[in-house]
Nanobody, 121 residues
Framework: QVQLVESGGGLVQPGGSLKLSCATSGRVFSMIYMGWYRQAPGKQRELVARVWSSGSTTYADSVKGRFTASRDMDKNMVYLEMNSLKPEDTAVYYC???????????????WGQGTQVTVSS
């Protein structure tokens, strides 16, 4: 079974930068998209960025121009480079992927366990 494992979270001062990584364990027949969601305390989980198999990307308006998502197609890894971080970016960040795990099987969605990002002085 495929698992997603995030790394790179931590504590950073406002205006600082962090880079998150998400690795895929197990074999994947075809990845449709990989991306990132976040959930702040008391709020719903929201899409941050998504990278499609075509290479195109989707971003939440709140992170456009500050965050960059990228993928390593060969390794089925996804990254989130976060710059000019703000206190409101504080949240648990979750890796998300939608894939055909096996040929002939229906696509399904997987989630990582989450990594905490705290932006505070």
């Amino acid at each position: 079974q495929v698992q997603l494992v995030e790394s790179g979270g931590g504590l950073v001062q406002p205006g600082g930068s962090l880079k998150l990584s998400c690795a895929t364990s197990g074999r994947v027949f075809s990845m449709i998209y990989m991306g990132w969601y976040r959930q702040a305390p008391g709020k719903q989980r929201e899409l941050v960025a998504r990278v499609w198999s075509s290479g195109s990307t989707t971003y939440a308006d709140s992170v456009k121009g500050r965050f960059t998502a990228s993928r390593d197609m060969d390794k089925n890894m996804v990254y989130l480079e976060m710059n000019s971080l703000k206190p409101e970016d504080t949240a648990v960040y979750y890796c998300n992927a939608y894939m055909y795990e096996k040929a002939g099987a229906p696509p399904h969605e997987d989630w990582g366990q989450g990594t905490q990002v705290t932006v505070s002085s």
